[in-house]
């Protein structure tokens, strides 16, 4: 099996990580996942804006870990997770990077939420 490749965000793919002062909380089932005012606004290329929420900002308690992850060759592997309070729809509808890579160091520790997996990221 090849290497993977690990790239770095410039002109060809940029990558802004910005903190976001403002209030963001995820709701699923009714339920309060995320709460935070320290969340950080990650803008890749052309992709929609996210919004990671530190660890310590949601109810990790409510996730469930799942064996499912991914590779972006400028952030690294991703980890995801369920929400059992939202049914099949929730089904990895959190990942994180635990290990990102030198360049994306600030999401270590942080956790996104896929929009159209829970009720509202507002």
């Not at 690990?6 to 309060?32: C, Y």
Request: charged share 25%; hydrophobic share 35%; with cysteine.
């Amino acid at each position: 099996m090849a290497d993977k490749p690990i790239k770095v965000p410039g002109p060809d793919h940029p990558i802004t990580i910005e903190a976001n002062s403002s209030r963001v909380v995820v709701t699923v089932g009714g339920r309060v996942i995320a709460d935070t005012r320290d969340a950080l606004t990650l803008r890749e290329a052309a992709y929609p804006a996210v919004q990671y929420i530190p660890r310590r900002d949601v109810d990790m308690a409510a996730l469930t870990r799942s064996a499912h992850t991914t590779y972006c060759p400028y952030k690294g592997d991703a980890s995801y997770y369920g929400i059992p309070a939202g049914g099949d729809r929730s089904l990895n509808a959190v990942w994180t990077y635990e290990t990102p890579f030198e360049a994306m160091a600030q999401i270590k520790d942080y956790v996104a939420f896929y929009p159209d997996r829970v009720d509202e990221i507002s």
